[in-house]
């Protein structure tokens, strides 16, 4: 029964890694859960990470090991537990025996964020089928939002933004300082869960101390959209100076610059996108290439969905490699290589976070650490420093280069955990870039310093809470010390000291000299393949190939007409293109229609088996129906439909036209039987695993010898834990 557990989602969802490695979290923090067992039972603070299968805990935010985690599609409600304050319960309302989770915030702004999100998740966990993989028909919606620069402020002032989908934060800014028209230039992409109404964009002031998140002291103006306006506006973004106005007074406050698209991905199955998957790859990439030449104003969220694609497949360095040689080829000035807003920029900043977010914490994070402690300020400009401290600028110069000092011996000494993939794309960089402009000396380590250092370890410096290094902002002198740091990181990578518009930075020069040769050193062995094996950090990368293929889709669709005008509709790519999308927009059709046929939803696949299994072993038998008709191919049905559901017919013929010579009905999908068979099957004992496939009690007894009644839990037949799936109440929680 041992080794039948170890195989089970518990020990895969413990193979997680620390809540700062964990990508694409709805929500990271602090909570209290009681835990224990027995009488023994105590109230203790977990780190808890939400997705969007789980919610995981961890003994703290350093851990790197899930202690253990609540699998949403286990649970059907989230109520306040008016036992303790602030504190709230998941359980599932018809199972008894799943095991209840006690989970308190540190107030009622947070413990409502948090109920929200998680009954959203299980909402959507129990109506799309996520157990049984990805590629299930369906459709998600998200929100594309990007956060360009705001004015009118009427004075210099340190600002950031917030992101709430009804009123529930869901993204902030990094903080702008010192400035009456801020470029905060962030781009977010936020799923939609449910049918929210409003999303609200608030400008905040940075203040000394943070307040909770719905504290409205510090907010200087609101803006408020109709998401349904956003979804009636059609594929085009919408790019406007929106007034934010001051909640309570309602005056306005200034102007923002926002551009928002609303998205509906309808998912088919991922063997449908096979075909144009190919098509995207051939020819060294060239549709690839020709649709981010087009991606004008949505750079971000077309690198997105395809680096992730790509890297789904383990194709993802070669895209990187691709799109950046692409870019090399088309840059003229060795000055500018990418430095611009392009896909290809885009895609290397995208890859680098999805795969290097451990490797950046192993980096960086007990540095940060000892930074956020405050003990060592940083602040170099004597026009910053409150009067009579103003000799303290020497000192804190002395602070600055310390830390300075410690992050790039830390940078230097990390070759151990570098992502292999960093290394052999940084390689092909440099031999890129040497080739096309041989007679500059410096390129060749500027353009990988331009990526790991301005697009990759100086960002996470300013915004450590965005890359999952800290678990607040920092306050405003935290903050300032960061931007010291990472200004002159910044400088030491590109090889080029402090000038005369910033004189105070000017201590900082001497070192940068000093080691320039061991910045050159550096980046040269970065280019280069390791010679010694590396204890590389895995990273728990979460990608839905299906929904990526959807968004490719979705934007190859709207960027069509200017790929048609740039390169002409005769281009074979294009060619090709448009017959693929005839065939994915039959199926479009198709697949919907038979759903509803078979009596399921025609826009999103039930989680849990559409069928009943009520009745107990040793009821009477019956002899087995006939195989269902809706497994039949249906007229004008697409070729590759045609081929799925002919091969899913015969094995249900096969089935049951021989009984005779089949020893099992076990091992197939209950998808692949008629309501009528599956209870005929149920009569003969037979039941249905966590992933929805027939077993055998048979072979069951005879594997794990143990004989036990099932009994039924919400309307499907469950054997005892011996030989199914853990649930909720099995061993993957623990205290």
Not at 115 to 129: T, Y
Not at 153 to 164: M, N, Q, R, V
Not at 598 to 627: C, E, F, M, W, Y
């Amino acid at each position: 029964m041992s080794t039948w557990k170890k195989d089970s989602k518990t020990e895969k969802a413990k193979a997680a890694l620390g809540a700062a490695q964990i990508h694409q979290s709805k929500k990271q923090g602090y909570l209290t859960k009681l835990g224990g067992k027995g009488i023994k039972k105590n109230w203790r603070q977990r780190w808890f990470v939400l997705d969007d299968q789980n919610l995981y805990y961890f003994t703290d935010d350093t851990a790197t090991k899930v202690k253990g985690y609540v699998p949403l599609s286990d649970y059907t409600t989230v109520e306040i537990w008016p036992e303790r304050k602030h504190a709230f319960k998941v359980y599932h309302k018809d199972r008894e025996d799943a095991r209840k989770f006690f989970i308190q915030a540190k107030d009622d702004d947070e413990m409502h964020d948090w109920m929200k999100l998680l009954q959203s998740g299980i909402e959507r966990a129990n109506n799309i089928v996520l157990k049984y993989g990805p590629g299930v028909f369906r459709k998600e919606r998200s929100l594309y939002i990007k956060l360009a620069e705001a004015r009118k402020l009427g004075a210099e002032k340190d600002t950031y933004c917030t992101i709430s989908i009804d009123k529930v934060q869901r993204a902030r800014t990094p903080t702008m300082w010192q400035s009456d028209m801020p470029m905060y230039l962030q781009e977010y992409d936020l799923d939609l869960e449910g049918d929210p109404e409003f999303v609200y964009v608030y400008v905040k002031e940075q203040r000394k101390k943070e307040k909770k998140a719905k504290d409205l002291s510090n907010v200087l103006g609101v803006v408020q959209i109709a998401i349904p306006s956003l979804r009636d506006g059609g594929a085009k973004p919408v790019e406007k100076w929106f007034e934010f106005k001051h909640p309570e007074t309602n005056e306005v406050a200034g102007e923002i610059r926002l551009v928002l698209q609303f998205q509906e991905a309808t998912v088919l199955p991922d063997s449908s996108y096979d075909e144009l998957f190919h098509l995207l790859l051939v020819e060294h990439m060239a549709l690839t290439k020709m649709f981010g030449s087009v991606s004008i104003k949505k750079e971000k969220i077309v690198a997105d969905c395809l680096v992730k694609a790509f890297e789904m497949r383990k194709t993802g360095v070669h895209y990187v490699k691709e799109i950046t040689a692409s870019e090399i080829a088309n840059t003229n000035d060795p000055n500018i290589i990418f430095r611009g807003n392009t896909v290809g920029t885009k895609s290397v900043d995208i890859y680098m976070r999805l795969v290097g977010l451990p490797y950046m914490a192993k980096v960086l994070k007990p540095i940060i650490d000892d930074i956020y402690k405050g003990k060592k300020p940083c602040e170099v400009d004597v026009q910053r420093l409150e009067k009579g401290k103003d000799k303290d600028a020497k000192k804190n110069a002395q602070n600055l280069l310390e830390y300075v000092k410690r992050i790039f011996e830390s940078i230097q000494n990390s070759f151990l955990w570098c992502p292999a993939s960093f290394r052999n794309i940084f390689e092909e960089l440099q031999r890129k870039v040497t080739t096309k402009f041989p007679d500059d000396p410096v390129v060749r380590y500027t353009a990988p310093s331009g990526f790991i250092f301005l697009r990759f370890f100086c960002p996470a410096l300013l915004g450590p809470k965005l890359f999952g290094l800290a678990n607040e902002h920092p306050p405003t002198a935290i903050a300032r010390d960061l931007t010291l740091i990472a200004k002159t990181l910044q400088n030491l990578a590109n090889l080029v000291p402090f000038g005369k518009k910033e004189p105070y930075m000017a201590d900082a020069n001497p070192f940068i000299e000093a080691n320039m040769p061991a910045m050159r050193a550096f980046i040269d062995k970065l280019c280069s393949p390791p010679k010694d094996p590396i204890d590389e950090i895995p990273g728990k990368i979460q990608i839905n190939f299906g929904r990526e293929m959807a968004r490719i889709h979705y934007h190859l669709l709207a960027s069509y007409d200017a790929m048609k005008e740039k390169y002409g509709e005769n281009d074979d790519k294009l060619v090709k293109l448009r017959e693929i999308f005839a065939k994915l927009d039959r199926e479009l059709h198709e697949i919907p229609q038979l759903i509803a046929a078979a009596g399921g939803n025609a826009t999103a696949i039930p989680q849990s088996p559409p069928v009943v299994l009520h009745q107990k072993r040793g009821d009477s038998q019956t002899s087995a129906p006939q195989p269902a008709a809706s497994h039949q191919p249906q007229p004008g049905m697409s070729p590759h439909l045609q081929q799925h559901f002919q091969q899913q017919e015969q094995l249900v013929q096969q089935q049951y036209q021989q009984p005779e010579q089949v020893q099992s009905y076990a091992g197939v999908h209950y998808a692949n039987y008629s309501q009528e068979q599956l209870q005929w099957l149920e009569q003969q004992g037979y039941y249905l695993d966590a992933n929805g496939y027939v077993v055998d009690p048979r072979q069951a007894v005879a594997a794990h010898d143990v004989v036990q009644d099932q009994t039924p839990v919400a309307g499907v037949y469950v054997p005892p834990d011996a030989f199914f799936l853990p649930s909720a109440s099995a061993s993957g929680h623990t205290s």
